[in-house]
């Protein structure tokens, strides 16, 4: 099919309006939030799922690959169309269908925003728990397509926990449902097996989630220490006495710093580092609790330890954590950040390894995570202009994630795999396992043309084949193809 050809058959089904296919107009998706850019062919957005559905069969006709895209605020370039294709945008599929309070379930849009949602049910007494940091941005079907996870996935669970039935259009254009009409599974978990899929098992185009009710006492405690290593053992003191925040965030200085100038929240410039320790729960429970961690912190060194009871000052808190990584941006031009992932108590050595890495490549390395699940988020601070500074990046953020691995942890706590990590997934899972899921993808995805070149390692066409033994794998079963 001719390019022109195709720009008429798309604005047949979405409109004029629908359609960006001008070069100017195309480089503004031809990234996330990630390293990769590539240019798509063209980018199409729907309003309904008849459109998507539309819009699938045509691509499978061109035999041209689709690239599911919500607000593009990904951090492993799931959305960035690797091979070129289609780029079915859901931003304008961003309604809230219905909200059923006594069920305790919503069902909306895919391009709604997530902290949309929140807002909506709050005066009810209700929220959606999952809360990417990117929240006030990023959409419920790109929370989906990633697992997201976020501050209070801590306590609450990541968005899996949250998903109760999907509408989806099929790479063969067909549209199904992954659960029964209320929501209950039965049968095969197949809410389970596309949340996370990363946008190569299909599109979603409605999605029902269960709301949470809301707390009667929240409480924030932002615990100042000299050191990464004080905050990190207190980490794992306070998870080591049984109690389970509603949030455990850490951040060390430098992050502190850039911060504080960028939000004036009150993040002491001069820290080592700092913990955002969020509790919440009935009232008696909250303020006990709030005693036994400052008393864990002051034992573990904390110089002191504040505590934000109202409203306005938690908020004050969680706009520095949550807006930190475009404080970043005070430091360097560009951010690298890591997902790794390692078990609690390797916290402080892995932190260690951290700086060692910063020193090796010779640049800063910020760091600002989710410490409670052992998601460390380093920053490796670069310019990209600057070829050897995106080398060493690239080397770094590689060291780092492997050493993560060699601690019993994994490559990616909530980012998911994309183009960014498909090279690492090998270093993580055997061949065997590697193979196991590339089935399962084929049966969702036969022809490989939904979102190509994600999660497996590339084995011909766009890229360079680093595992000899997958490739060889996953080749000899046909399994996957560019
Ligand atoms: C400042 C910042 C902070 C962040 N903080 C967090 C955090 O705390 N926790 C966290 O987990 N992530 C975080 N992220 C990463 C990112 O926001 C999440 O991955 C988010 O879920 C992406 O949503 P999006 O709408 O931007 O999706 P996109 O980036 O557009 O797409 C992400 C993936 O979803 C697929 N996709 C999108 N829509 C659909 C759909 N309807 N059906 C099927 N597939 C689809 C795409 O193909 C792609 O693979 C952060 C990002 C930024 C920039």
């Given amino acids: 099919m001719q390019h022109a050809e195709l720009i008429s058959a798309l604005e047949r089904i ?6 960006v296919s001008r070069s100017d107009e195309l480089l503004v998706y031809e990234y996330d939030g990630s390293l990769d850019t590539h240019l798509p062919a063209v980018v199409v957005f729907p309003e309904t799922t008849a459109q998507v559905a539309e819009i699938v069969k045509l691509a499978n006709l061109a035999g041209l690959p689709v690239v599911p895209r919500g607000a593009g605020t990904g951090l492993s370039g799931g959305a ?7 780029v079915v945008t859901t931003t304008w599929m961003n309604r809230v269908l219905s909200v059923d309070y006594a069920n305790r379930r919503a069902v909306v849009q895919p391009g709604v925003i997530n902290y949309e949602l929140t807002h909506r049910t709050e005066p009810q007494g209700y929220f959606y728990a999952p809360d990417p940091s990117s929240q006030k941005v990023c959409t419920i079907g790109g929370n989906v397509a990633e697992n997201s996870g976020g501050p209070h996935c801590l306590s609450y669970g990541a968005t899996t926990n949250h998903i109760l039935d999907l509408e989806l259009v099929l790479p063969s ?6 659960a029964a009409d209320e929501g209950e599974q039965q049968g095969f978990d197949l809410t389970g097996a596309v949340v996370g899929s990363e946008g190569t098992f299909g599109i979603a ?6 709301l949470t009710r809301l707390p009667e006492d929240i409480r ?14 207190t980490v794992s003191a306070i998870i080591g ?7 455990l965030e850490m951040m060390d200085g430098l992050c502190c710093k850039a911060v504080e100038a960028a939000y004036h929240a009150g993040y002491p410039p001069d820290a080592g580092a700092v913990l955002l320790v969020e509790l919440d729960g009935l009232r008696e429970s909250v303020a006990e609790l709030d005693a036994r961690i400052q008393t864990i912190c002051r034992q573990q060194g904390a110089r002191e330890v504040r505590s934000a009871s109202t409203a306005a000052e938690r908020a004050a808190l969680w706009a520095g954590r949550k807006g930190a990584l475009g404080a970043l941006g005070r430091l360097a031009p560009n951010y690298y950040i890591q997902d790794g992932v390692v078990p609690r108590t390797k916290l402080p050595e892995t932190l260690r ?6 020193r090796d490549i010779a640049l800063p390395i910020a760091n600002v995570f989710h410490a409670g699940d052992g998601n460390l988020h380093p920053n490796i601070l670069f310019d990209r202009r600057d070829v050897s500074s995106v080398e060493r990046t690239l080397r770094g953020g590689m060291e780092i994630l492997r050493h993560c691995v060699d601690q019993g942890g994994v490559v990616s706590g909530e980012h998911g795999i994309g183009l960014e990590k498909r090279d690492h997934i090998s270093y993580l899972f055997t061949t065997e396992d590697l193979a196991a899921m590339a089935r399962l993808k084929q049966c969702f995805n036969p022809r490989a043309l939904f979102n190509p070149d994600k999660i497996f390692p590339p084995l011909r066409g766009c890229g360079e084949v680093r595992d000899q033994r997958v490739a060889a794998r996953l080749a000899k ?4 193809a560019c």
């Fill in 14 to 19: 979405v409109g004029k309006q629908g359609v």
């Fill in 80 to 86: 960035v169309a690797a091979c070129g294709g289609i």
């Fill in 477 to 480: 079963e046909g399994i996957y």
């Fill in 205 to 210: 185009t409605q999605i029902t989630v269960k």
């Fill in 353 to 358: 390894f951290v700086e060692e890495v910063a």
């Fill in 241 to 247: 006495a049984g109690i389970v925040p509603a949030a």
């Fill in 220 to 233: 924030v405690l932002m615990a100042i220490f000299g050191s990464i290593d004080e905050a990190s053992n």
């Fill in 173 to 178: 254009g067909e549209v199904i449902h992954t």
